[in-house]
């Protein structure tokens, strides 16, 4: 069965530090990709999306994710962190036939 | 661009009763999505409509948990009788198309609680 893990409950950083939020599949292909956030009391907002080609993809609000296919990871990064990241991250899949799997999320943590 | 509306945004029950959660997409989306989100997990996928169709019920409760989208616009998802563990916070989403490449829009969804 696909599955999508994020091994990392809760992550803290200081501010101005980098951040990187791991995530890994096991899909039977190579899978959709996605990266979200969840302030609290809102629903989830799209970071950046993985279909195809460059494995290292943009997001907004200054996020990346490098799509590794030999480690069946598509980890998020982003190079200074600010006071307002702090949220939950979400990585979910998506497979041909559209159907969504979502990781249990990391909380992330910014100290000032 | 209007979002996605959901209400009411809490609602608190004894078990065995009864709740509806509505929806209203994005103008234009065909597919919508409702997903179940208890505490300290992710979204699990409840149901998927294509236009007023059922594309995915795999994993909504269907003894309890019913969903329909009449004339392909906004939703209602009901649970009749609600139990403890239905606690979560129930969101909607809606993309233009099939979701394998498409961008879901969420919206700021429901939160339940069974007493």
């Known amino acids: 069965a696909q599955s999508v893990t994020q091994p990392d409950i809760h992550i803290t950083v200081s501010e101005g530090a980098s951040l990187e939020l791991r995530c890994n599949y096991s899909y039977g292909a190579t899978p959709y990709l996605f990266w979200y956030v969840q302030s609290p009391g809102q629903g989830l907002q799209l970071l950046l999306k993985?279909?195809?080609?460059?494995?290292l993809v943009q997001g907004i609000k200054g996020f990346e994710a490098e799509f590794k296919r030999s480690q069946s990871s598509f980890n998020l990064r982003k190079p200074s962190v600010h006071w307002s990241d702090a949220a939950e991250y979400f990585c979910a899949a998506n497979t041909n036939a559209g159907k969504s799997t979502f990781g249990d999320g990391t909380t992330l943590t910014v100290k000032p | 661009e209007a979002g996605v509306a959901q209400s009411p945004r809490y609602k608190i029950i004894e078990k065995r009763q009864s709740v509806a959660f509505w929806c209203n997409p994005i103008s234009g989306h065909a597919t919508l999505y409702w997903y179940q989100q208890i505490l300290g997990q992710g979204p699990k996928l409840l149901i998927q409509?294509?236009?007023?169709?059922?594309?995915?019920d795999s994993q909504l409760p269907k003894d309890r948990f019913s969903a329909e989208r009449l004339k392909g616009v906004d939703s209602t998802l009901k649970i009749q009788p609600a139990k403890l563990e239905d606690s979560a916070v129930y969101l909607c989403?809606?993309?233009?198309?099939?979701?394998?490449?498409?961008?879901?829009?969420f919206g700021p969804g429901t939160r339940l609680t069974v007493l």
């Open positions: 989403a809606s993309s233009i198309r099939p979701p394998s490449t498409d961008t879901q829009y």
């Open positions: 993985y279909f195809s080609g460059d494995t």
């Open positions: 409509f294509q236009n007023n169709g059922v594309v995915d």
